[in-house]
């Protein structure tokens, strides 16, 4: 199946700062999408971006899906921020979607 | 609107119990996904439905575990007996076609003594 790599595994950060964090597929992928699990738990979808760019307010993401892989760009962080964030993608036209380890990032105040 | 709605939120139950987790999706959301979460293996896709009939469920690990969708609002899924090993986070998400973001309902936390 294919393999989904994140990185860096862990992210510490001072509030104000800005990251980046890297998602790379051993395969092509469709339907690729950014999540972040909060500290209670809870998944919300951050991005759906099977190519390009987009942003959500002080959050964007790219995608460049010739080359596998998705970068998912935070600016000016917030402790909200803090959590894990995983990206995931099916195989092109599939449904079977594989998460990555993710990225747990800490902001600190 | 609402989202997806799982219950029940937590669930402790003793080994050979039978449990049964359910979900509700987003209306008029064709797909809907099972997840399980543990440490060890991090978000593992169990299985998932369009318009209400299984597609794959590769994922599911052994017999003990089934789910059903009988109509577009409800699915269930079900353990039985239930093992130590089961114990995980159980997530629900449901979306609106094959290729569209995935809303994930809050999981319900599954601890088998």
């Known amino acids: 199946g294919i393999q989904v790599e994140q990185s860096p595994p862990d992210l510490i950060l001072q509030e104000g700062a800005n990251s980046t964090l890297r998602c790379n597929f051993s395969?092509?992928?469709?339907?690729l999408q950014w999540f972040h699990q909060n500290p209670w738990g809870q998944l919300i979808n951050l991005f759906y971006?099977?190519?390009g760019t987009k942003q959500n307010g002080r959050l964007s993401a790219t995608t460049v899906a010739t080359e596998r892989y998705s970068l998912l760009y935070i600016s000016s962080s917030q402790t909200t921020d803090s959590g894990v964030y995983f990206c995931?993608?099916?195989?092109?036209?599939?449904?079977?979607?594989?998460f990555g380890a993710g990225t747990r990032l800490t902001v600190k105040p | 609107d609402a989202g997806v709605i799982q219950s029940p939120r937590h669930e402790v139950t003793e080994m050979g119990q039978e449990v049964t987790l359910r979900c509700k999706p987003i209306?008029?959301?064709?797909?809907l996904f099972w997840y399980r979460q543990t440490m060890m293996r991090g978000l593992e896709l169990l299985i998932y439905?369009?318009?209400?009939?299984?597609?794959?469920d590769s994922g599911m690990p052994e017999d003990r575990f089934s789910a059903k969708m009988p109509n577009a609002s409800f699915s269930t899924l079900k353990i039985q007996p239930s093992e130590p090993r089961d114990s995980a986070v159980y997530f629900c998400?449901?979306?609106?076609?094959?290729?569209?973001?995935?809303?994930f309902g809050d999981g319900t936390r599954l601890s088998i003594l």
């Open positions: 395969d092509s992928v469709n339907n």
């Open positions: 995931a993608g099916p195989r092109y036209n599939n449904n079977d979607m594989r």
């Open positions: 971006i099977p190519s």
């Open positions: 209306s008029g959301h064709d797909y």
């Open positions: 439905f369009n318009n209400n009939v299984p597609i794959d």
């Open positions: 998400a449901s979306g609106e076609r094959q290729a569209s973001p995935q809303h």
